[in-house]
T-cell receptor, first 117, second 117 residues
Framework: EAGVTQFPSHSVIEKGQTVTLRCDPI?????LYWYRRVMGKEIKFLLH????????ESGMPNNRFLAERTGGTYSTLKVQPAELEDSGVYFC???????????????FGPGTRLTVL | AQSVTQLDSHVSVSEGTPVLLRCNYS??????LFWYVQHPNKGLQLLLK??????LVKGINGFEAEFKKSETSFHLTKPSAHMSDAAEYFC???????????????FGQGTELSVKP
């Protein structure tokens, strides 16, 4: 069974440009999460999808970040325009929903390392 | 608010000696606690989890952790380190159902484990 995949693995862009990160969850996983680790800091939650709906987006830093999950399969996270402080590693995770409860193990992708110059 | 603190940013041990990675949590209610590991260029992998069953939790690769409510600790141990254990380890708490926060994870700062031959 394929795990969570993320694309690209690395991205280097200049301040002011736009970048789109993609996450493909494990097939059949309705929950999809985005997390971010900024250099020297802990991994922090960004948002949570259940299928195509945003369940919790309390961790999104500002309106330069836009996450979508059309059709409830893969998700994209767009940063526009990118700023220096957006540099870090962006992780995606997915998990199953069982009996309506979203509290099962989260499976993580390898992350996308974003560098903003 | 729930939080988790990893007491050491870096731990170095010799191969064959015991491993101790320390973690303290803050929670008003009985938490769900996890340890994840990240090897270089790989995704985060679940080592073990505590969800209010047995206080001594056994995980993969010979790791275990003990939940101590009186000390608010969830330290990770292994009797004998192997070179392949070198990685970064994360102690993680999941907000309880009472807060209905949809399963997002709260991470500690991470502990880098080095294993010397």
């Amino acid at each position: 069974e394929a795990g969570v995949t993320q694309f690209p693995s690395h991205s280097v862009i200049e301040k002011g440009q736009t970048v789109t990160l993609r996450c493909d969850p494990i097939s059949g996983h309705d929950n999809l999460y985005w997390y971010r680790r900024v250099m020297g800091k802990e991994i922090k939650f960004l948002l949570h999808f259940v299928k195509e709906s945003k369940q919790d987006e309390s961790g999104m830093p500002n309106n330069r970040f836009l996450a979508e999950r059309t059709g409830g399969t893969y998700s994209t996270l767009k940063v526009q325009p990118a700023e220096l402080e957006d540099s870090g590693v962006y992780f995606c995770a997915s998990s199953q929903v069982q009996r309506g409860i979203s509290y099962n193990e989260q499976f993580f992708g390898p992350g996308t390392r974003l560098t903003v110059l | 608010a729930q939080s988790v603190t990893q007491l050491d940013s870096h731990v170095s041990v010799s191969e064959g000696t015991p491993v101790l990675l320390r973690c303290n949590y803050s929670s008003s209610y009985s938490p769900s606690l996890f340890w994840y590991v990240q090897h270089p260029n790989k995704g985060l992998q679940l080592l073990l989890k505590y969800t209010s069953a047995a206080t001594l939790v056994k995980g993969i690769n010979g790791f275990e952790a003990e939940f101590k409510k009186s000390e608010t600790s969830f330290h990770l141990t292994k009797p004998s380190a192997h070179m392949s254990d070198a990685a970064e380890y994360f102690c993680v708490v999941r907000p309880t159902m009472i807060y209905n926060q949809g399963g997002k994870l709260i991470f500690g700062q991470g502990t880098e484990l080095s294993v010397k031959p």
